[in-house]
């Protein structure tokens, strides 16, 4: 079986390979989630690009606002190697307003 996705801003098209429509489901959903973010949590602009940082041969994955510089950082999970966008807050809870997304401020 074969899906063909096109992401809501329309800048990304995949081909999902599967065996059946659950495999589908789920593989689609994956892609979703990291790839279907359509503006910025901030400035609502949808002009993004995607970034992978290396720091002590830790790699760490963003979507950056090319207008205000704000960012979407991405966990990885443990086992499997996938991705998820972090939306959570430092207290835990769903971070409602700006879906993840967060600038960096000087503290001074």
Same mark, same amino acid.
């Given at each position: 079986?074969?899906?063909?996705?096109?992401?809501?801003?329309?800048?990304?098209?995949?081909?999902?390979?599967?065996?059946?429509? /659950?495999?589908?489901?789920? =593989? &689609? +959903?994956?892609? %979703?989630?990291?790839?279907?973010? #359509?503006?910025?949590?901030?400035?609502?602009?949808?002009?993004?690009?995607?970034?992978?940082?290396?720091?002590?041969?830790?790699?760490?994955?963003?979507?950056?606002? /090319?207008?205000?510089?704000? =960012? &979407? +950082?991405?966990? %990885?999970?443990?086992?499997?190697? #996938?991705?998820?966008?972090?939306?959570?807050?430092?207290?835990?809870?769903?971070?409602?307003?700006?879906?993840?997304?967060?600038?960096?401020?000087?503290?001074?």
């Amino acid at each position: 079986m074969e899906l063909t996705y096109k992401t809501k801003n329309n800048r990304l098209k995949v081909n999902i390979e599967s065996d059946s429509v /659950k495999d589908s489901f789920k =593989k &689609l +959903a994956e892609f %979703q989630e990291v790839f279907d973010e #359509s503006a910025c949590g901030m400035c609502n602009n949808d002009d993004l690009q995607f970034i992978v940082r290396t720091v002590d041969n830790n790699d760490y994955y963003e979507l950056r606002c /090319k207008k205000c510089g704000a =960012k &979407l +950082a991405y966990g %990885q999970h443990k086992t499997g190697g #996938s991705l998820f966008p972090k939306r959570k807050l430092e207290n835990g809870s769903f971070d409602k307003e700006h879906r993840g997304w967060h600038k960096w401020t000087p503290q001074g």
